[in-house]
């Protein structure tokens, strides 16, 4: 938790990228323990992304509907640009 805080108070702040599909296949665990959800609540920023559209099989769009409906988060919570 400490390396976290440290990426957060960092001068700028640390940002995570994150490949939800990705990860999860290769870590073989469900969308809903990612840990981006303590990334967030840690105040850590994150940028999703598709890490490799073409072995991955999936898009940016198809990360974000992952984000919002498979780990749970309220869209209307974070910017999507």
């Known amino acids: 938790m400490e390396l ?3 990426f957060a108070n960092s001068e700028p702040p640390i940002t995570i990228e994150v490949n939800l599909t990705s990860n999860v296949k290769r870590m073989n665990f469900d969308f809903t323990k990612h840990p981006v959800t303590t990334f967030i609540k840690n105040n850590i920023p994150v940028c999703l992304n598709c890490d490799n559209q073409f ?7 198809q990360e974000i509907d992952h984000f919002i409906y498979d780990v749970g988060k ?7 640009e």
Request: hydrophobic content about 20%.
């Open 4 to 6: 976290l805080q440290s």
């Open 55 to 61: 072995l991955g099989n999936t898009t940016s769009s």
């Open 74 to 80: 309220e869209s209307d919570q974070y910017s999507f």
